[in-house]
């Protein structure tokens, strides 16, 4: 990591008072001193000519460690990475045209993922912007950054004046971390990174964080009812809770009435998978017992997430046909537009509603008596629709892998990210989370392939001391294989667990599923991953049998430094039981399609 670091003094200008009259400073020492205000200690970015003012301010000026992962993209993921594992907005800058439109990837993710980035994107001079003209291009490297990123960012501003910019920086770092969290774009022409400004110009207003939204009053009393009366209530618990720091509260409600908890996939490890509550993940590829518990239920309380079609299925209205339904979220467009009907909106944060209704609650004893015939019914699904492997081959299955390398990696802080496919599933059905000691980043929203790698990167730099797994598909894998040079020169000990089925298998399974013909796209002929890791200078093992891997997966998790485990699975495996189109979630498909 020290390659990155810029360790020259901290000699801003602007900060000693003597200097504060006289010595003027340019816009990129401006958003230098920002970074400051903000106690940005990292930023990610891949550099060009338009953002070379700002990383020299950086370089030059400041502490801040620059991470300079091989891709624009690369440096997204793990900046979003890194952002969820501080709970600070990560910093992320590109240059103008291709380091844009390289980074829209991230952005998006940052946006249907709720996480706090700010992005500084090189731009043209002012001069050299096309404006208004009808014309497509006036800059080298011109493009139209606000247009592109705008439906996919809580707010972008196009800097003109760098007297501007102090304030706006403000507002970015803001946005982000404001309510339902987000990208914020600021989008930099190069005159305005040079302009030269009085240092004093700008007094810092601390913004105010406005009040939560709390919940009313009687909509709690409502809902409390609701829970003491429930015979066979389920709690779905999404991202929005991971996210308020709601899992003690969500956790102590579960506990003390009885309450199974599903949960869709960023709201993993919100109740620990050890827990005989915890129904792991719901919808399209949860467990058969989740979705049961989620179809039977006759109270099913949503907390902080989207409903959207991957946790109900395609038949929104059909999700709990027998439950009431309540929903307590921070975002009030989701409950005013809410795919799923509801019977109750609670529009709050996780973490303050809960802790309302746990006032509200009347204490009975740990495991409410008026759920154990419920919990027992759960118990009865959970055992005939158990998510076992089947053997059938010699082949290693993905699953043993997830389960040998869950089991090598007992008692520590864990954080797993995935790629997207089938084995971003798997990992949730076979590997325990339990936040925040065992926590999943994966791409949930925008469902991204080539996300693992990257975050991985950010997270073992935002937590050096954590295990850092990832566990990726080998289409996914590829998307941003270069960032093994960026884990190689800093030395990150990142455990990357390569499950190569040599295909898109997720993609090629939906083909065959509705079809019924062979998808060539899917088939893959892959490289030698263990030797391609070992050119980077990257240690690495490669395991074909469930023999071999109980032994080598848990020696090469015990290195220490980067390692690359190449898991040829079996082809043939399928993510089953998975919830077809058109189906409710009483009925997921257990068939295979070869
Ligand atoms: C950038 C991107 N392109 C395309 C897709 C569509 N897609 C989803 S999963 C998948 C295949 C993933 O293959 P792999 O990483 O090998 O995972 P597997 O399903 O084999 O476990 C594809 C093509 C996507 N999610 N992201």
């Known amino acids: 990591m020290e390659k990155s670091v ?16 006289t010595a003027p400073i340019s816009g990129a020492d401006q958003i230098a001193l920002s970074f400051r205000r903000h106690a ?44 969820r594992l501080t709970g600070k907005p990560g910093v992320l800058m590109v240059t103008s045209g291709p380091g844009v439109t390289n980074a829209v990837t991230p952005i998006a993710d940052a946006y249907y993922d709720n996480i706090p980035l700010v992005v500084l994107t090189g731009q043209v001079g002012t001069g050299d912007m096309r404006g208004s003209v009808p014309v497509k291009q006036r800059g080298f490297q011109e493009v139209d ?27 970015a770092f803001f946005l982000a971390q404001f309510g ?22 700008y007094a810092p207003t601390r913004p105010r964080f406005d009040e939560k939204p709390k919940a009313s009053d009687e909509a709690l009393l409502r809902l409390a009812h609701w829970i003491e009366t429930a ?26 009435r009885g309450i199974p908890v599903a949960m869709s996939l960023p709201g993993l490890g919100a109740m620990p998978s050890s827990s005989p509550l915890s129904l792991g993940l719901c919808g399209y590829a949860g467990s058969q017992h989740a979705n049961l518990a989620i179809y039977n239920s006759d109270l099913l309380l949503a907390i902080g997430t989207t409903l959207h079609v991957r946790q109900t299925g395609s038949l929104p209205e059909r999700t709990a046909p027998k439950a009431k339904i309540a929903r307590i979220d921070l975002d009030l467009n989701e409950l005013e537009h809410s795919r799923v009907p509801l019977d109750l909106a609670i529009h709050a944060d996780a973490e303050t509603a809960l802790g309302a209704l746990d006032d509200l609650l009347a204490r009975p004893a740990i495991g409410s008596p008026r759920t154990q015939p419920w919990l027992a019914a759960i118990d009865s699904w959970r055992a005939r629709f158990p998510l076992a492997v089947k053997r059938n081959s010699r082949r290693l299955k993905p699953q043993e892998a997830i389960a ?30 339990d936040y925040p000691r065992r926590l999943l980043l994966t791409s949930s929203g925008h469902g991204t392939m080539g996300y693992d790698l990257p975050a991985a990167i950010g997270a073992k730099i935002a937590r050096p001391k954590a295990t850092v797994l990832c566990f990726v598909g080998d289409g996914s894998l590829q998307m941003n294989l270069q960032e093994l040079a960026t884990i190689a020169e800093l030395k990150l000990d990142i455990k990357i667990i390569v499950l190569d089925n040599q295909a898109l298998s997720i993609v090629a399974q ?27 200078g990257i240690h690495s093992v490669t395991v074909a049998t469930a023999a071999s891997a109980r032994k080598a997966i848990p020696a090469a998790l015990k290195r220490r430094g980067p390692v690359l485990i190449h898991c040829r699975i079996d082809p043939k495996e399928e993510l089953l039981p998975m919830l077809l189109g058109g189906h409710t979630l009483d009925d997921m498909s257990f068939e295979t399609s070869f």
């Open 404 to 433: 040998i390398a869950d089991r090598a990696v007992r008692g520590k802080e864990i954080i797993v990210s995935t790629g997207v496919g089938q084995h971003q599933i798997w990992v949730p059905r076979h590997f325990a989370f």
């Open 145 to 171: 950054t606000i247009d592109l990123v705008r439906p996919i960012t809580k707010a972008a501003f196009l800097v003109k004046d760098a007297r501007d910019l102090p304030e706006i920086m403000d507002r």
């Open 40 to 83: 940005i200690t990292h930023v990610y970015l891949f550099p060009g000519g338009t953002i070379a003012p700002i990383i020299d301010a950086i370089e030059t000026r400041t502490k801040i460690a620059i991470v300079c992962p091989r891709n624009e993209q690369g440096a997204g993921y793990a900046a979003l990475a890194h952002a």
């Open 510 to 536: 939906f083909q065959r599923q509705n079809w019924k013909s062979h998808p060539t796209t899917g088939d893959k002929r892959n490289p030698d991953f263990a030797r391609i890791a070992r050119a980077y």
């Open 180 to 201: 339902r969290q987000g990208p914020v774009v600021i989008d930099l022409p190069m005159n305005v990174q040079r302009a030269s400004m009085p240092a004093d110009a």
């Open 6 to 21: 810029a360790s020259v003094s901290e000699a801003m200008p602007a900060v000693s008072a003597s200097a504060r009259q």
């Open 231 to 256: 015979s066979r209530p389920v709690i779905l618990a999404g991202g929005g809770v991971v996210a308020a720091g709601a899992h003690g509260a969500l956790r102590r409600l579960a506990e003390r």
